[in-house]
Nanobody, 128 residues
Framework: QVQLVESGGGLVQAGGSLRLSCKAS????????LAWFRQAPGKDRDFVAA????????TYDDSVKGRFTISRDNAKNTVYLQMNNLKPEDTAVFYC?????????????????????WGQGTPVTVSS
C-alpha cells in the first residue's frame, strides 16, 4: 500500500496551464502503476490518464488527449499531470490513484476499480 498526496490545483483562466503533483510514500513507488481521475460537481469520478510501472505505457481519456500529459519521476516518488489549454469543463477535483503491478504486467489501466490506493484530491477550477 502507498499513501498519496496531491498538490498543484487551483484557479486558472481558460486556455491556461497547471501541473498537478502526487507524491507517494510507503512501498517501492517504481512497482506501481499510477493514474489520475477527476470528479466534477454532481458527476461520477472519471478517468483522465494513467502510466504503467515502467513509464513506457500511457493511456488518456479522449477528452484530454493532446492537452494533458502524465509522467512519473521514480527518484522523487512523484507522478505529474501537466494540463495545458484548460477548459471550463475541466473543472473538477483531481485524484491520484495507484496499484501495485507484477513486473510482467506493464499496463496503464483506465478502470477505476483496478486502483486500491487513492489520494485526497486537489481541486481545479477553470474560469471562462
Amino acid at each position: 500500500q502507498v499513501q498519496l498526496v496531491e498538490s498543484g490545483g487551483g484557479l486558472v483562466q481558460a486556455g491556461g496551464s497547471l501541473r498537478l503533483s502526487c507524491k507517494a510514500s510507503g512501498r517501492a513507488f517504481s512497482e506501481y502503476a499510477l493514474a489520475w481521475f477527476r470528479q466534477a460537481p454532481g458527476k461520477d469520478r472519471d478517468f483522465v490518464a494513467a502510466v504503467s510501472r515502467s513509464g513506457g505505457s500511457t493511456t488518456y481519456d479522449d477528452s484530454v488527449k493532446g492537452r494533458f500529459t502524465i509522467s512519473r519521476d521514480n527518484a522523487k516518488n512523484t507522478v505529474y499531470l501537466q494540463m495545458n489549454n484548460l477548459k471550463p469543463e475541466d473543472t473538477a477535483v483531481f485524484y491520484c490513484a495507484a496499484v501495485w503491478r507484477d513486473p510482467h504486467i506493464d499496463c496503464a489501466s483506465g478502470i477505476e476499480f483496478h486502483y486500491p490506493d487513492w489520494g485526497q484530491g486537489t481541486p481545479v477550477t477553470v474560469s471562462s
